[in-house]
């Protein structure tokens, strides 16, 4: 398995394998693709990671920086992040977590925020216990990991590409 940041010509298979890992799931609605083309043509896709295996990309993460209500800046978004369907569970994901979170760290970033599933996240060290809110996800769901100084407090804000508004 290989880890290597996205590069052109990357584009169309990413779209397909998030395609892929998000159908059926029950809290998609199928706009992951989208959400990557998005955050793409913005310029924000701050870190895009792939994984390859056997020259084939099976895997992808993105990080995008986050808006604090108090201004705090140095923060990113995890997401999307996808595996192939038929590579689930073989660790690939984590692998990718691991390593965006090793180069924001090294980067200097000061910590990192998503949208997912506590449990499991949290094996990454994200908790809920933090003082910040988004609007319409539940306080369990939306998860910070500081990597350089304290999670900041208020209202959190992912980049408009999430949303349809690649502004």
């Known amino acids: 398995m290989i880890l290597r940041p996205e590069r052109p010509g990357d584009e169309a298979v990413i ?9 059926g799931h029950p809290h998609s609605d199928g706009s992951e693709p989208r959400i990557i083309e998005r955050l793409r043509a913005a310029g924000v896709m701050t870190l895009s990671l792939v994984a390859e295996k056997e020259g084939e990309v ?27 369907p038929d590579l ?9 977590v691991r390593e965006g979170l090793r180069q924001l760290r090294d980067d200097g970033a000061k910590g990192c925020i998503l949208v997912g599933e506590p449990a499991y996240y949290q094996r990454f060290g994200f908790s809920d216990e ?3 809110t988004t609007p319409g996800v539940p306080h369990a769901y939306l998860l910070a990991l500081p990597l350089n100084g304290a999670v900041p407090s208020g209202i959190v804000a992912f980049h408009p590409g999430f949303f349809g508004d690649a502004a």
């Open 15 to 23: 779209g397909a394998v998030t395609a892929a890992a998000f159908e």
């Open 58 to 84: 099976v895997g992808h993460v993105a990080f995008s920086p986050v808006i604090f209500s108090g201004g705090e800046d140095g923060w990113f978004g995890l997401g999307p992040i996808s595996v192939r």
């Open 88 to 96: 689930q569970g073989q660790g690939i994901g984590g692998q990718l």
């Open 130 to 132: 933090h003082n910040l």
